[in-house]
């Protein structure tokens, strides 16, 4: 997938008079793209669309309009984009309850360790490779972003939607697995082609 550059973005006034029916583009995207695993873990495979929405927002919202901040900014969320034969995603930690944020959290320790988080077809799996930064020895961060390295093999078998797939975690503060739907399945075939 091409990475984005600076030109990719829209101005900051064009974008503001287009942001409307750009974030409900963007919304119904990801419908096909987001995809929870129990009840406390979410994974958004992203691809160059939603890259791109996340900085024009966090452009917008920083106001920052320094040329140098901009590509800078491009530069950080270019790595969220899918490198060719990977799927990319942000995984979100669901902590609801204030109160049990560390509680909840810590549980989730070591996830971005070994082979908890992966996607099987058939009988091919890939597993997550997180990024690393986002965990220290007494905190972990509630937003995790995660590549999974697809092999031809299981690409193949991902059209045939009479073979199973699934989503799972296994870790041991938390255990879940959820079939990924057809539509979102073929939106995803479409970051692999």
């Known amino acids: ?36 695993v129990g009840d406390l873990v979410t994974l958004v495979f992203e691809n160059r669309d939603t ?9 917008r919202a920083e106001r ?8 800078e900014e491009v530069e950080m969320y270019n790595e969220q984009i899918p490198r060719p034969g990977e799927l990319s995603a942000t995984l979100l930690i669901n902590v609801t309850d204030a109160a049990k944020i560390k509680e909840t959290l810590d549980r989730f320790q070591g ?23 986002r965990t220290k020895e007494d ?10 390295p697809i092999s031809e093999q299981m690409k193949q078998q991902w059209s045939r939607l009479d073979i199973p797939m ?14 990924v739907p057809d539509k979102m399945r073929l939106s995803l075939l479409r970051d692999l082609e």
């Open 1 to 36: 997938m091409k990475l984005l550059t600076i030109q990719d973005l829209l101005p900051a006034e064009e974008y503001e008079r287009q942001r409307s029916e750009y974030r409900r583009r963007i919304i119904e995207l990801k419908e096909h793209r987001r995809i929870a």
């Open 166 to 179: 699934k989503i799972f975690v296994h870790h041991s503060g938390y255990q879940a697995s959820t079939a």
């Open 139 to 148: 905190k972990i961060s509630a937003v995790h972003y995660v590549r999974f």
């Open 111 to 133: 996830i971005d360790q070994g082979e908890t988080v992966g996607m099987e077809v058939g009988e091919h799996r890939a597993y997550g490779v997180f990024e690393q930064g």
């Open 64 to 71: 920052i309009v320094a040329p140098e901040r901009i590509r």
């Open 51 to 59: 890259v791109l929405f996340q900085i024009q927002e966090m452009i």
